[in-house]
């Protein structure tokens, strides 16, 4: 038996979406612990500490948020919402409540799994690998260092303003997460958000993956979640 496998706490009410992702996790060297109440994954996630949640949000005796407000209250794990709730406003929300992802029903395999990998190799990240001040932060080609305020790609530097420095180290220390606008803006511009402040992150962030040479279906640094959010790939 493989005592290293990561442990992940599913939290689903339904049957079928249990099964199959249970058997998804399992298939992939994951363990599965698994929930269908907010009662019971309470004491599970008291009890084995997991190294990542999967959670429904429609659970049958409390709002899966409760659940992640009482995560976010005690330790950083990793939180995947899975939901049939598709409106955006409730996606921000959550996020901004800590939750590192959000995937909507129906899902399929490929995803979810790329989702639980970025998840957990967010968490693998320390100080002492260099993805806080102090350090450096790498991911492929990509090289930030921290103490200079720069950043290369490959062997080139890529120039950029102070301000989108600032939003590309802010996710950088937090990669593979969904980051909101509402976020990214009250930690570059110390500003409560608004509809010209947005305008004024997606400009910069335009201007970021141009110099990032972002192109169409190919794999980019920086993901851009409509009307959510951005994400550094993790």
Not at 1 to 18: A, S
Not at 213 to 220: I, K, L, T, V, Y
Request: glycine letters at 6%; hydrophobic letters at 35%.
């Amino acid at each position: 038996m493989n005592n290293n496998k990561y442990k992940i706490l599913l939290v689903e009410d339904e049957n079928n979406i249990l099964a199959f992702v249970s058997a998804l996790l399992e298939s992939n060297d994951y363990k599965v612990i698994s929930a269908r109440d907010y009662n019971s994954a309470k004491t599970l996630y008291t009890s084995h500490i997991p190294d990542l949640v999967i959670l429904d949000l429609g659970l049958p005796d409390k709002d899966g948020s409760v659940l992640l407000n009482d995560i976010r209250s005690d330790d950083l794990t990793p939180v995947i919402v899975l939901s049939a709730r598709n409106d955006e406003r409730e996606k921000v929300k959550l996020l901004d409540m800590g939750a590192n992802d959000y995937v909507t029903k129906p899902f399929g395999s490929d995803e979810l799994l790329a989702r639980v990998r970025s998840a957990l190799r967010n968490t693998r990240h320390s100080s002492s690998e260099g993805r806080l001040p102090g350090g450096k932060f790498t991911l492929i080609d990509l090289m930030i260092d921290y103490d200079a305020r720069r950043i290369f790609i490959g062997e080139q530097e890529i120039k950029l303003t102070q301000t989108e420095y600032n939003i590309v180290a802010f996710l950088s220390e937090h990669c593979g997460k969904v980051m909101t606008y509402s976020a990214i803006i009250k930690s570059v511009w110390r500003e409560t958000p608004n509809e010209s402040s947005i305008k004024k992150l997606q400009v910069n962030m335009a201007n970021i993956r141009k110099k990032f040479g972002a192109r169409p279906g190919e794999f980019n640094y920086i993901v851009n979640e409509l009307g959510v959010g951005y994400r550094m790939n993790g």
